[in-house]
C-alpha cells in the first residue's frame, strides 16, 4: 500500500512568513511528485510538481524533494492570507496520473 | 475554472440503494479519474478510464463501476451503498496517459448516504 503522511495542522502563519509544508511518502520507487492546493468547499489544483532530487521555484513557491529521504516539502515565501488552504502532496501510483494523495495540511495566514 | 462539470451537486440516498454520477469534460480531454474524498482526508484514487476502457483501479470493490463514454464524458456508478460511501466524489479529467499529475477537477458531487 504506497502512503503518503502529511501533519494535518493546521499551520498558522503570519502574514508575509515562509510557510513550510512537509509530506513523506512510503514507495521508495515513485518519480513523480505534485502538491494541490484546496479552498475550502473547492476542488483541487496543481500548484507544483517535482521530479528531481533538489528545489524547484515558481513564484513565490519552491518545491523541494529529497528521494533518499522519501521527502517532499512545499516553501511558500511572503504568505498571503489569500493563500489560506489545504495543501494536499501527492504521489503516482503508476504512470499516468494516477495519485495518492496524502490528508492535506491546512494553512493559516494571519493578517 | 477547468471545464469540468459534474452532476448532481449534493444528493442524499439510502444504504443499500444506487446512484450515477456524471461528469463531463468541456475541454476534450480523452482521460478521465474518479477519486473519493472523505472528510478530513485526501482524494483516493477509484479508477481511471481513458479510450473507454478501465485504465487502472485503486482500492475500491467492485459495486464501484464506471463507464466512458466517446465524447470522453464518464459516469461513476456504486451499488448497494454504505454508509461509509458518504463522501465528495471528485472527476478528474486530464490529456492522454502522460505523467504530468496535471488533473483538471470538477467542483465533485457530494453524496450522503443515510
Known amino acids: 500500500q504506497k502512503e503518503v503522511e502529511q501533519n494535518s495542522g493546521p499551520l498558522s502563519v503570519p502574514e508575509g512568513a515562509i510557510a513550510s509544508l512537509n509530506c513523506t511518502y512510503s514507495d521508495r520507487g515513485s518519480q513523480s511528485f505534485f502538491w494541490y492546493r484546496q479552498y475550502s468547499g473547492k476542488s483541487p489544483e496543481l500548484i507544483m510538481f517535482?521530479?528531481?532530487?533538489g528545489d524547484k521555484e515558481d513564484g513565490r513557491f519552491t518545491a523541494q524533494l529529497n528521494k533518499a529521504s522519501q521527502y517532499v516539502s512545499l516553501l511558500i515565501r511572503d504568505s498571503q492570507p489569500s493563500d489560506s488552504a489545504t495543501y494536499l502532496c501527492?504521489?503516482?501510483?503508476?504512470?499516468?496520473?494516477?495519485?495518492?494523495f496524502g490528508a492535506g495540511t491546512i494553512l493559516r495566514v494571519k493578517s | 475554472e477547468t471545464g469540468v462539470t459534474q452532476s448532481p451537486t449534493h444528493l442524499i440516498k439510502t444504504r443499500g440503494q444506487q446512484v450515477t454520477l456524471r461528469c463531463s469534460s468541456q475541454?476534450?480531454?480523452?482521460?478521465v479519474s474518479w477519486y473519493q474524498q472523505a472528510l478530513g482526508q485526501g482524494p483516493q484514487f477509484i479508477f481511471q478510464y481513458y479510450r473507454e476502457e478501465e485504465n487502472g483501479r485503486g482500492n475500491f470493490p467492485p459495486r464501484f463501476s464506471g463507464l466512458q463514454f466517446p465524447n470522453y464524458s464518464s459516469e461513476l456508478n456504486v451499488n448497494a451503498l454504505e454508509l461509509d460511501d458518504s463522501a465528495l466524489y471528485l472527476c478528474?479529467?486530464?490529456?492522454?496517459?502522460?505523467?504530468?499529475?496535471?488533473?483538471?477537477f470538477g467542483e465533485g458531487s457530494r453524496l450522503t448516504v443515510l
Open positions: 501527492a504521489v503516482n501510483i503508476e504512470y499516468g496520473n494516477k495519485l495518492v
Open positions: 517535482i521530479y528531481s532530487n
Open positions: 478528474a479529467a486530464s490529456l492522454g496517459r502522460g505523467d504530468t499529475g496535471e488533473l483538471f
Open positions: 475541454s476534450g480531454h480523452n482521460t
